[in-house]
């Protein structure tokens, strides 16, 4: 079971900027793929940018240039720095990681969300 648990989100001025960070639990495990998602109220969950073992990254489009994700693969810890949050990046963030464990059963783990709110 490879677990993830995510940094402490936060309220932030509209313009500010926040880090999060998601550490995955679990000894012998390769990472492919690790990801940031959000879902605001009413609305369903959506990506927000991902990241490759090898460090290729893709974004949504809403945040690209805003928004930087990276990885520690040697503490497989995810990172996401966002600059000039805006109201509308208002959300619940959850981190997510996909690979194999150390007997090659493959896994897709989810964090337990953490709460970004921007103010205007």
């Known amino acids: ?6 940094s402490r989100g936060g309220l932030v001025q509209a313009g ?9 639990s679990g ?5 492919n ?11 369903q ?13 893709n974004y949504a489009d809403s945040v690209k240039c805003r928004f930087l994700i990276s990885r520690d693969n040697a503490r ?3 990172y996401l720095q966002m600059n000039s949050l805006k109201p509308g990046n208002t959300a619940v963030y959850h981190c997510s990681a ?9 896994f897709n783990s989810w964090g337990q969300g953490t709460q970004v709110t921007v103010s205007s």
């Open 27 to 31: 000894s012998a495990i390769r990472i």
């Open 45 to 57: 969950r959506e990506l927000v940018a991902g990241i490759s073992i090898g460090g290729i990254t």
């Open 98 to 106: 996909a690979g194999t464990t150390a007997w090659g059963k493959p």
């Open 76 to 78: 497989n810890t995810l």
């Open 33 to 43: 793929t690790m990801g940031w998602y959000r879902q605001a109220p009413g609305k």
């Open 1 to 6: 079971q490879v677990q993830l648990v995510e």
């Open 16 to 24: 500010g900027s926040l880090r999060l960070s998601c550490a995955a």
